[in-house]
């Protein structure tokens, strides 16, 4: 996955709980354990990247962001970011609201701002407050980062209709939770919570859907 290797198994502890959990034990069988992936890319080109991520499907955007990074000549930083023709970031193919993210990331960053170098010794909402600082950054991506960046084992993406939607399948409803009825819902899986997240998304990949 490009600059992405695996490196051991993540959240062990956690995945021991849910394997013991009547309603995730026989998807944490099925599905095995959580594969940690060493992602060699700085915290601003891993956020460059969720923001490309934005709402497209995983091919399309993983096509922009190759696009992306050429245009930069490999350097995903703030100063490259800066210097670089706001056309052929375009012709990359970010839409104006992304290029407009991009760059005020990278003029937060660049300006001291926003700091980056040491959100792992933030508290997961210090980090949420800091990075929704930049302009089309919202508490979803902020919470993405924290789980798939920094590792979290305890974030709760109530807003994600992916972990909503596996959440409905493996507990067998006839629609998807509310937001605030999956926050009240989770409070039984802290502090793994991201734990349970990720087998969310695995479920939609690997149970039937709802009313299925």
Known sequence: MGDEHQAG?????????????????????????ILERRDERTNFGALVRSVVFQQLAGKAAATIHRRVVETLDGNV??????AADPEDLRAAG????????????????HGGVVRLDDLDEQSDEDVIERLTRVRGIGRWTAEMFLMF?????????????????????????????????????????????????????RAVELLPPIGG
């Open 149 to 201: 960046r920094l590792s979290r084992p305890d974030i709760w993406p109530v807003g994600d209709l992916g972990v909503r939607n596996g959440w409905a399948r493996i507990h067998r409803l006839g629609a998807l939770p509310s937001s605030d009825e999956l926050a009240l819902s989770g409070e039984a899986y802290r502090p793994w919570r991201s734990v349970a997240a990720w087998y969310c998304y």
């Open 77 to 82: 930083d703030p100063e490259a970011v800066l």
């Open 94 to 109: 970010l839409s104006r609201n992304k290029l407009r993210a991009i760059e005020d990331l990278a003029t937060k960053v």
């Open 9 to 33: 198994t993540l959240w062990a502890e956690g995945v021991e709980r849910l394997r013991n959990d009547p309603a995730f034990g026989p998807l944490v069988a099925m599905s095995g354990p």
